[in-house]
Each structure stands twice: as C-alpha cells, then as structure tokens.
C-alpha cells in the first residue's frame, strides 16, 4: 500500500441513498419521501424548545435558522416555525419572549410563513397561578406608572376579603398592622397585579395563552412540549389538545366562582386558592355536623367546586404522567421500551416526535428509540442550565440539528454517522454468509442501542500470471481492500449506492466490514430477472445502470454479474462485492456499456485528480493500481468526449430523472418485456 497516504474530506455529494436504506438497517422509521413525511407543501419546519425567557440567545437561533433579520422581523419566507413550550418563567424576559413570538405569529402568514406556538407545563402553571418559577424580573416586566396604585388596591380588596372570611369562619377580626402589610407586599411585589391581569383569561397574555395547543402533528411528525405517555396511545390530537384547554375552562369557571363567593381576590395564585378551599370545606363540614342539614344548591355546587381545586395534584395539567410533564420518551432505557415506543407511533400514526422539557446533559439535541424521538432541550437559558440556544431543522426528510455557528444532521445518520459505527460498534454475533466465492461473515453489531448487520471479508489474495474467465492478468488481485476502495471511490464520485464500508479488525483478523443491506424487498438483480419483475420507470432504472457502467469501467470491476447487483422495492440498485476490482490494467472492458452518464458524474470524473485519489485510496492500493485507475478514466473521458463528437451532448448528457432519449433498437413500447435484452447496458 502507498505509505503515508492522508484521508481527506470528500468532494460534495448529491443527496445520499444510504439514507433511505440506514433507515432500515437501523431499524429506523422511514425518511421523508415522496411516500412517507412530505412537510405541508415542501416546506422547511424550525422547531425550537425550552426558551425561558433567554430573549437574547432566542433571538441568536431565529437569525442563525434565517428566520428573522437584524431587526427581528420574520424573514424566514414560507418557513414553518414551531416552539414547543416553556417560553416562561425562570429567566428574566418572559414579556419580550412572547411579545416577539405573538408578533411573529402575525408577520410570518404575510410571507408565506407560519408561526406554531405549544403551551408547555410552565405556561399552564402560569395561567393557574401556579408561580414556583416566576422570577423578580419577569415580574418586574410588567410594572408601569400605576403599578404602586394598583397594588395598594389589591392589598386593600384582600383585606377586606379577610374581615368576611373571619367573620364567616367565627375568627377574631384580623389587625392588618404595618408589618403585616410589608410581608403581604413582599409576596405581591410590583408587577404581580398586572401580570395576573394580562396572564388572566380576559388578559392580553391570556388571551393568546388559552388559545394554544399542547400537541401539534405535521405530517407524521407530532410536536409538544415534554413527550407522549402510551397511556394516550390511539387519542387524536384534537382530543389531548382538549383535555388541557377543558380542564384550564374549568379552572377559570372554578377561580371565578371562589372569587363570587368572597373566598379569594381576583388576584389570587394557585396556593391561594387551595388554602381558600380546603378552609371552606372545613367551614361547611362542621356546619353539616353541627346541624345536620345539607347546604343548598348552590353551596353543593360551591363543594363541588371546592373538592375539585383540592384535587389538584391529579389535573391533567399538573400531573407527572400527563400531557404536559411526561418524561418518559427523554428517561426510559429504550432497550426495556423499545416495543412499546414503536407501538405508540404506530397507535398515532406518526413517524417522529419532537420534544422540550428535558435539558440534555450534553446540552446538544439527541435522538432516542432509533431515531423516532428528537429531544431539543439544550438549556438555552445559560444562567441556569449552562447551555446554548439550538433548533431542530426538518427538510426534505433530514433532521439537523443547528446551534449558533455549528450544524449537525441528527436523522437520517450521514455516512460519517455509519462508518464511526461500523468501526466502533461491538460485535455481536458472526456466522458465514453461506454464499459466493469470498468466505464473507455476517456480523451482528451493536452501539448505545443502535443494532445493526455488517458483512466481513477477509480474503486477501494475490496471483501472477492468472487467468480469469477470458482475461490473463499479470497480477491478480481479490482482497478486501477493493471493498473499502470502492466505497471511497464511489463518494468521492458522487455516487451513492455502495454501501458505507471501513477497514476493521475483528477476532484477529483484518478486513473490510460492510453494512449488510436490508431495505425491505431486497434480492439480487438475478433474481429480479428471474422473476420476470421489471422497473416501473426504465428510465431511472436506466440512468441507475449507466451510471454503474461507468463505475464499474472506471475501478476495473471485471466480476460484475447480476448476482452482485441488490435491488429493492423502490428499484434502487445497489453495486456490492468488489473484492476483485481496481486491477492494473490500464484499459476498460465493454466500452459499448458506456452509452449515456449524467453531469454530476461527468465532472466529477474531469475534477479527479491522482493526489485525489492517493489521498483517497493509498491506504488500500498499490501505486500501480491507482495509476491503471486514473488511465482508466483518461479513456472513459475520452471515449465519451467521442460519443459528442459523433452525436451530441444533449444525446450523452442527462440530468438524473430526465433521461429524454434511448439507445437505438430499444423498444420502449414494450420495455417491460424488452429491457433485459434490448437496451444497452441492462442485464
């Protein structure tokens, strides 16, 4: 092999089929495609968690996802954005967070956009009063010119309030001295009357609060705030989204009618108002013990009312295993809820779930339950969680995770993702393949969760003076090393349809480790033809063809047969087994092969370079191979530069997936029947 030979970073990619095929490998759901997750009319989703009132690093990742300008207006055009809940409480600019937010919610339909905004636990304790979270400055946010009037007027209705209470309870008159004033000013300081006012259900904040949903599915992707329990499995989102606006309903009509009944001021929290119950009910039971009568009417609905607010700890807003709070999908060990996990999808419909609610220790967006679940909490309010704003970009089926100056794809894995795993994955289980000539082992391997198959090969042969079918060749060679040559070869290439491969160790021996392909409905392509099964599209089964034609001349693989060609249900074709490829010889076999090649293809041949392909391939190769290689591509440049000469390039170039011409004698009135014997290049 060539020493000292550096690995470089590959030339850009067209988008990758091993994509589609990972999903499988993985057991991964699918990808969006034509077929599955499409977002509404193509559109890009930006999803963003837990804000918290981190105005500053909020604003951060709209301009860095490109969805506001400098001045914060949307600039995002038809983008949808989705925040899935706790904009409030424990940071210090609550207000702005959502007057930023409802403005959006306003500008983005004029381009085009939308604005998705979910309520998160944190905003329905806000609407209940429940305010374990809300900060001196948040509340402070909310101060104005009449604040201190306004808060000697509360203090002034609740002292009134509790003279009646006492007189109802048969209690001393309280004395409401200077001191007692400060503590209640204390737990009421400037700012909490009017931010329980605009947080009211008649309030500004309010208002817009109430009127958000918890759940959000856009095509096969559910957005909420903390994560769906399987107790809810089979339920429409319209009706968990009911669950919660009900229930807030029936706190407002119960907060309303403790307040008709003098038991708390309209300014009470949620504290306030079980204290207030929990006196209430005392007060009526000992009256029902003392007299023996039942209350009227009116008093039993007031009990109703009462018993259900001291029942607070199972509101479905308020509880562990609810809408809202639900841990679950971010803490469980997903080998123990793997099954179920996937039984809930399927119970939904739905491919994905995006969530908040847990800030992730690594503070970066992670995937769980293979890929199926997108936790987005990364801390973003840094004086708390020590974190960093991020979002979750979804388009054309990809997942990225994006951070102020940093990306990276979370779903579906890119090739890099595949090839750390084939080299790092623990080896499970091994056992031969059974067939072909290679002595191949399938291998079982598993990381963090992930579970997946590779094929090793070890063969490592070299022969003077063979003879091979009908070829003599000076040297011979069928090594594992044309393995992870051709993978390389084929990225560099843009071609993305021979399996991610690296060079790995295992049980002593060296050798290349493949992923095992398991797309659903794959064979070989002679069993395909056996079959008497034939493409849909001959035109992107051709362009698949032509295209392996040319890959094929250009790494010398003289094995290729119809046994080593893998096809799947969607009629992509796979290019496998190229142990006894990259020969040094400098000529190409079957050049009548070499009909058509797309663009990509084209210039990426032009722009290979034997440095390239040195720093590409050196590690497997020896120098005589890679100079029959670049031999190679000299001629196939030159044999279709030909192919112009004597037609046209409109004859000889295509654009993928806009094949306008045939090869002569093809019968396109009949392909079906015709194309394994008629068209050039088919099988």
Not at 42 to 56: F, Q, S, T
Not at 58 to 84: H, K, N, P
Not at 608 to 618: F, K, P
Request: charged share 30%.
């Amino acid at each position: 092999m060539i020493e000292n030979a550096t690995m470089t970073t590959p030339r850009p990619r067209r988008a990758t089929m091993c994509a589609l095929m990972l999903l499988v490998v993985f057991a991964w759901p699918p990808t969006a495609t034509s077929q599955d997750v499409d977002q509404p009319d193509g559109r890009r989703i930006v999803a963003i968690a837990d804000i918290h009132g981190a105005l500053e690093a909020f604003t951060a990742i709209l301009g860095e996802v490109g969805l506001v300008d400098a001045d914060l207006r949307w600039s995002g055009g038809d983008t949808i954005l989705v925040q899935t809940g706790d904009f409030t409480d424990r940071g210090p600019e609550v207000r702005a967070c959502m007057d930023l937010l409802m403005r959006l919610q306003e500008e983005a339909p004029e381009h085009g956009g939308e604005v998705i905004v979910a309520l998160g636990n944190h905003e329905a304790m806000n609407l209940i009063g429940f305010l374990r979270d809300t900060t001196p400055a948040d509340t402070a946010g909310f101060v104005d010119d009449s604040s201190e009037e306004r808060r000697d007027q509360a203090y002034d209705d609740w002292t009134r309030m509790r003279r009646r209470r006492a007189e109802a309870l048969d209690q001393p008159q309280p004395r409401f001295t200077p001191d007692m004033k400060r503590v209640w000013e204390e737990a009421h300081p400037l700012g909490y009357v009017e931010r329980m006012e605009a947080l009211g259900p008649d309030g500004h904040y309010g208002r817009w609060l109430r009127s958000l949903p918890v759940l959000v599915e856009l095509d096969g992707i559910l957005f909420m705030h903390a994560g769906l329990n399987p107790v809810y499995a089979g339920r429409s989102v319209d009706e968990m989204n009911e669950l919660i606006s009900s229930e807030l309903r029936h706190f407002d009509e119960a907060k309303e009618e403790m307040v008709g009944a003098g038991l708390i001021t309209r300014y009470a929290n949620l504290v306030d108002m079980i204290q207030a119950a929990d006196e209430e009910v005392v007060r009526l039971m000992a009256i029902l013990e003392e007299t023996g009568e039942r209350s009227g009417a009116d008093d039993q609905r007031l009990v109703s009312t009462l018993d259900w607010v001291l029942k607070y700890q199972s509101w479905e807003m308020l509880t562990g295993e609810g809408l809202l709070w639900f841990r679950g999908l971010a803490l469980w060990p997903e080998d123990e809820h793997d099954a179920e996990v996937r039984e809930l999808l399927e119970a939904q419909g739905i491919e994905h779930i995006v969530v908040g609610h847990t800030v992730q220790l690594d503070r970066t967006i992670r995937t769980r339950f293979d890929g199926s679940v997108i936790l987005a909490d990364t801390g973003m309010l840094a004086t708390r969680y020590n974190g960093r704003p991020s979002a979750v970009e979804i388009e054309d089926g990809r997942f990225t995770a994006v951070y102020v100056g940093e990306t990276r794809q979370l779903y579906p894995p890119t090739d890099d993702d595949i090839l750390e795993f084939l080299r790092t994955a623990d080896v499970v289980s091994i056992e031969d393949v059974g067939s072909g000539t290679t002595g191949a082992r399938r291998v079982g391997l598993e990381k963090d969760g992930v579970r997946a198959r590779g094929i090793f090969h070890v063969i490592d042969l070299t022969r003077e003076r063979a003879r091979i079918g009908e070829r003599f060749h000076a040297i011979f060679r069928d090594s594992w090393r044309g393995q992870v040559a051709a993978y390389w070869m084929a990225r560099e290439l843009g071609l993305t349809n021979v399996p991610p491969t690296v060079q790995r160790t295992i049980g002593g021996e060296q050798g290349s480790l493949q992923l095992w392909l398991e797309r659903d409905g794959l064979r070989t392509n002679a069993d395909r033809l056996q079959a008497g099964d034939f493409p849909p599209d001959i035109e992107g089964w051709l362009e698949q063809e032509w295209g392996m034609n040319v890959f094929d001349a250009l790494v010398f693989n003289d094995d290729r047969n119809p046994g080593n060609v893998l096809v799947d249900d969607d009629w992509n074709l796979w290019m496998i087994d190229h142990t006894r490829a990259f020969q040094s010889d400098p000529s190409i076999r079957n050049p009548e092969k070499l009909w058509r090649i797309d663009r990509d293809l084209w210039t990426a041949l032009n722009e290979l370079t034997a440095q390239r392909v040195v720093s590409l391939l050196g590690p497997y190769l020896e120098r005589s191979q890679i100079n029959a290689l670049m031999a190679r591509r000299d001629a196939i440049v030159e044999h279709f530069r030909r192919r112009i000469e004597d037609s046209s390039a409109e004859e000889v170039f295509y654009d993928p997936g806009r094949v306008s011409s045939r090869p002569p004698d093809a019968q396109v009135h009949d392909a079906r029947a015709q194309v394994a014997a008629s068209l050039p290049g088919s099988f």
